[in-house]
């Protein structure tokens, strides 16, 4: 077994730097003792709500989703809402500020229940898995780039769609996942 010891920087260059994303090659000697050249994904993190849109006890509780169009993904996906931190805010800040924006919802409260790796094979992003409840709804507030449309689904039919194939994006099915499993009595 390898130990538990951190890779050792030899050198890094910077080979792009772009709106969102950096990416740098780096080689390092990894804790096997071997030097290898790594291309990595540098991101400035994010956060992501699960909005419990009815009380977190009821039998099954509704949740405020978005079906956003993703060029990456060639269409829509299925998302709880979600964005990038900006410049000095918190993570529940960019998750309450997200909610707000994508869906025009409001929480009085917020959770943290976990934070993760998105793809820690090529990028350091790491997302924030936020709880929110007590929810008020008003009006979008949607940047150009953004294609998103607003629906309140009980739990139980998203975790049907979680299984069904109908929901493909990560950070969703890891929260709502872990809503169902650690927080709520479904």
């Known amino acids: 077994m390898t130990e538990d010891r951190p890779a050792t920087l030899i050198a890094s260059r910077q080979v792009y730097a772009g709106r969102l994303l950096k990416v740098d090659v780096e080689t390092v000697r990894n804790p096997a003792g071997d030097t290898v050249e790594l291309e990595l994904i540098r991101h400035p993190g994010a956060a992501a709500v699960v909005p419990i849109v009815s009380e977190l006890d009821s039998p099954d509780p509704h949740v405020l989703l978005i079906r956003q169009y993703r060029h990456a993904a060639d269409g829509f996906l299925w998302e709880i809402p979600a964005g990038v931190l900006e410049p000095g805010e918190t993570p529940e800040e960019c998750a309450r500020r ?8 409001t929480a009085q409260e917020m959770k943290l229940l976990t934070s993760v790796y998105t793809t820690p094979g090529f990028t350091d992003e790491r997302i ?7 929810i008020s709804v008003a009006e979008q507030d949607l940047e150009s780039d953004e294609l998103i449309e607003v629906a309140t689904l009980p739990i139980s039919r998203i975790l049907e769609m979680i299984r069904d194939g109908e929901i493909t994006d990560c950070k969703t099915m890891v929260a709502v996942l872990y809503v169902a499993g650690f927080s709520l009595k479904v």
């Not at 997200?98 to 919802?105: I, K, N, P, S, W």
């Not at 898995?129 to 007590?134: H, K, N, P, V, Y």
């Open 98 to 105: 997200e909610l707000r924006e994508e869906t025009g919802a």
């Open 128 to 134: 924030h898995l936020f709880l929110a409840s007590g």
